[in-house]
């Protein structure tokens, strides 16, 4: 019978690599700074609305924006939104 592997078995086999940098910068953005800047204050957004047991609809009208857009910027996509914004 054969022997099971063990998740360090496979994982000391794979091709992967660990970065303890940006993740934006190991993807290549050339604005990685600011990408990491935005990551961290919706980090912190997130961390307030669950401290405050607020909704996302409850946030929403706090930050001025729809609940539709917050949760797009919950979910990492922030482009659109600028550090000061």
């Excluded at 054969?2 to 993740?23: L, P, Q, W, Y």
């Excluded at 290549?28 to 607020?54: C, D, P, Y």
């Excluded at 996302?56 to 729809?66: C, D, H, K, L, T």
């Excluded at 996509?77 to 550090?83: A, C, E, Q, T």
């Amino acid at each position: 019978m054969k022997k099971e592997r063990t998740h360090e078995e496979e994982f000391a086999d794979s091709n992967a690599e660990i970065d303890f940098g940006s993740v934006y910068a190991s993807l290549g953005f050339k604005n990685h700074e600011e990408m990491e800047t935005k990551s961290n204050l919706v980090i912190e957004i997130s961390k307030a609305i669950r401290k405050r047991k607020l909704t996302q609809v409850e946030a929403a009208e706090i930050f001025g924006i729809s609940q539709p857009k917050l949760s797009e910027l919950l979910n990492g996509r922030f482009r659109g939104y600028s550090v000061e914004r």
